[in-house]
């Protein structure tokens, strides 16, 4: 499986972007697809993950209630709708999954627990 991120840009705070992350072959239903996030002179961050299987998320609280994730299983894509943005959300978004072995839910928030990443795309976000 391979992962195309795409959607970033220039926003003002307040604004709104909405993240696409494509996968070249099905993602299997007991692992998570993941957004996480770099900012420079920052390690990667965790932002969002949603179980490809039941739907079921788990979000940084940095952006509860901000940030949406959501998949389509026909499209074999994951989705980041990003609202209120905020200065401090400027980074680089990556989305990334296991690959084939199973990783349990505690395990989502780390990025050293994902083998297959995406190119990322960078969002700004003005004040």
């Known amino acids: 499986v391979q992962l195309q991120a795409s959607g970033g840009g220039l926003v003002q705070a307040g604004g709104s972007l909405r993240l696409s992350c494509a996968a070249s072959?099905?993602?299997?239903?007991?692992?998570?697809a993941a957004w996480f996030r770099q900012a420079p002179g920052k390690e990667r961050e965790f932002v969002a993950a949603?179980?490809?299987?039941?739907?079921?998320?788990s979000y940084a609280d940095s952006v509860k209630g901000r940030f949406t994730i959501s998949r389509d299983s026909a499209k074999n894509t994951v989705y980041l709708q990003m609202n209120n943005l905020k200065p401090e959300d400027t980074a680089v978004y990556f989305c990334?999954?296991?690959?084939?072995?199973?990783?349990?839910?505690?395990?989502?928030?780390?990025?050293?627990?994902?083998?297959?990443w995406g190119q990322g795309t960078q969002v700004t976000v003005s004040s």
């Open positions: 990334a999954t296991p690959g084939g072995r199973l990783i349990i839910r505690s395990s989502w928030y780390g990025p050293q627990n994902y083998d297959i």
């Open positions: 072959g099905r993602i299997p239903r007991h692992n998570p």
């Open positions: 949603i179980k490809w299987g039941d739907g079921s998320t």
